[in-house]
């Protein structure tokens, strides 16, 4: 096995990226691009199809605006009867744009493809301060880490495309791409060494506000890390450079202040922080009342301490034994990139370590699908140099070429069938039963489409992701909100309730009390598995 060689890199590399795409497709396939894991990506696919057809990030939906804007679904905003995404518009206003180009084939697509050229740019960008063998394994680790890999196979969620912005960036920056093949055009093309020079710099800025687009919750610890790279660089090269870069962040965060202007009316308000009025209050997409403007989340210590060691640590264990060997390794050739490590992990695990999550209904479930896995993910993909300096060094002690090279093809072996089995097939959120689960949404959902009409309204709990945009939406049940406006909501139309299945004495209950004191009764129409399609009518 000589890593000296390109082709050998290159085979391996095909067979994980094919791998990895295959993998991913798992959820999109079984989705049909029709119904989602989560209200997030229910939202981002409305909003990327939308643009594509429009150019907007708005719809009008008058029968929510007769309702005091109360019917749409979870991670949507609505606003004089107008719904508009609930959070941030950088990935859907690009995959929408991408949408436009190539069709809405691609739509699902995207997220996976370009981290498979994220891994290209990981093993360049490494290669300028870890060895060839490092590179070449860390980007056949990062197509295969847990979290990479699940997140990518959710691909309308913002956090991988966030993370492959930094990463591109990092690549025009360090590796120079533009300039290296205009130098050997430069016969054809003339001399245009300024540009030559800049291309790279700019595009590396542009990316960054990208992806400060996507995600600008991260703008934090992204400037910071912009700064110290900076000085680190002045001190080296001069400060034309930053100050180009400064120029391209700028240019990249003008689509940034300007959908959102034409979208909330605020070029600094984003869907998370636009104020809505439901019912006379602020609606609860509105972000809570910061306890501090830097830790918008409040500083749990004791949280922190928890969810690092569960998520951060525990989750992917032989990951983690890999990284804090190879820190170590790491740290007596590469001290800046260690302490950076260290800067960005402290913060987000501050950050979003001290916030108390619970994706899964089952709040005792620590799961890959937990959020603390995608907002850590620059952590993960920051510490897999880390665990490619382990392999190196842990295989690197057989005694003969051959049997390092046996170790170390085992090592990588045996680290890829462990993220294997925890995306695809372990636990409740694992990628096959998320597989199975959307298979049978799909069908539950046309099932249910059949049974009511095109312009009835549907209150859910949790099944919001499931029938927008076919049928209005109202969540929850168990509101008083909900409770005093079904009354005019069965007037005006069908109204209907899906959720889990009432007990007989539940229902009686809302028959004879509830229900009966606003002049309405609840019929059970048919159920799915274990919830219930209900008929509310006067």
């Given at each position: ?117 994220s891994a290209l740019a990981i093993r360049r960008i490494f290669s300028v301060f870890f060895s060839q063998k490092v590179s070449d ?79 600008a919750s991260e703008v934090y610890w992204v400037a910071i890390v912009i700064a110290l790279l900076g000085l680190f660089h002045i ?70 301490i928890q969810n690092v060691s569960d998520y951060g640590m525990i989750l992917f264990w032989w990951l983690s034994v890999l990284a ?215």
């Open positions: 096995m000589d890593y000296k060689t390109p082709r050998f890199f290159w085979v391996l590399f095909s067979v994980v990226a094919l791998i990895f795409l295959i993998g991913t497709v798992v959820v999109s396939s079984a989705g049909a691009g029709d119904v989602f894991v989560s209200p997030d990506e229910t939202t981002n696919a409305f909003f990327s199809r939308n643009f594509s057809q429009t150019g907007t990030f708005f719809v009008k939906d008058a029968l929510s605006g007769d309702f005091f804007d109360a019917l749409h679904p979870r991670s949507m905003v609505v606003r004089n009867g107008i719904l508009m995404p609930g959070s941030f518009l950088g990935l859907p206003m690009l995959y929408g744009a991408m949408s436009f180009i190539f069709g809405d084939w691609i739509l699902l697509l995207l997220t996976p493809l370009i981290a498979i050229f394994i860390s980007a056949l680790i990062f197509l295969t880490h847990p979290a990479v890999w699940y997140y990518s196979a959710r691909g309308l969620m913002h956090n991988v495309l966030f993370v492959c912005l930094l990463i591109l960036s990092a690549y025009f920056f360090y590796c120079r791409p533009i300039y290296k093949h205009l130098k050997r055009c430069e016969n054809r093309l003339g001399r245009l060494r300024f540009f030559q020079k800049t291309i790279d710099i700019f595009a590396s800025g542009i990316l960054i506000g990208f992806s400060l687009f996507v995600r001190k080296k090269n001069g400060s034309k450079e930053i100050f180009l870069l400064f120029i391209g962040v700028v240019i990249g965060l003008f689509p940034f202040f300007y959908f959102n202007f034409a979208t909330y009316g605020n070029p600094f308000i984003t869907g998370y922080t636009v104020p809505v009025l439901s019912n006379g209050l602020i609606a609860q997409e509105q972000i809570a009342q910061s306890p501090s403007f830097l830790f918008p989340f409040g500083v749990s210590m004791r949280s922190v804090l060997i190879g820190i170590m390794i790491a740290f007596v050739r590469q001290k800046f990139y260690v302490i950076l490590f260290l800067i960005i992990s402290i913060w987000l695990g501050i950050w979003y370590g001290s916030w108390v999550l619970f994706d899964n209904p089952d709040t005792t479930q620590i799961t890959i699908a937990n959020s603390y896995v995608r907002y850590w993910l620059p952590i993960f993909v920051l510490s897999i140099p880390f665990i490619s300096e382990a392999i190196v060094w842990t295989s690197s002690k057989g005694r003969t070429k051959l049997a390092r090279n046996l170790f170390l093809v085992s090592i990588i072996v045996f680290i890829v069938g462990l993220n294997v089995r925890i995306v695809f097939f372990e636990g409740q959120d694992a990628l096959t039963r998320v597989a199975d689960i959307l298979r049978e949404s799909r069908q539950t959902k046309k099932e249910v489409l059949a049974l009511t009409q095109p312009d009835s309204v549907i209150i859910v709990d949790r099944g919001d992701k499931l029938f927008f945009p076919d049928r209005h939406v109202r969540y929850p049940l168990r509101s008083e909100a909900t409770y005093s406006l079904m009354p005019k909501i069965a007037e005006k139309t069908s109204l209907y309730y899906f959720g889990i299945t009432f007990p007989q004495g539940d229902l009686d209950y809302l028959n004879q009390s509830k229900l009966k004191g606003l002049g309405l009764q609840i019929k059970h129409i048919k159920t799915f598995s274990e919830e219930s399609l209900y008929y509310i009518f006067p």
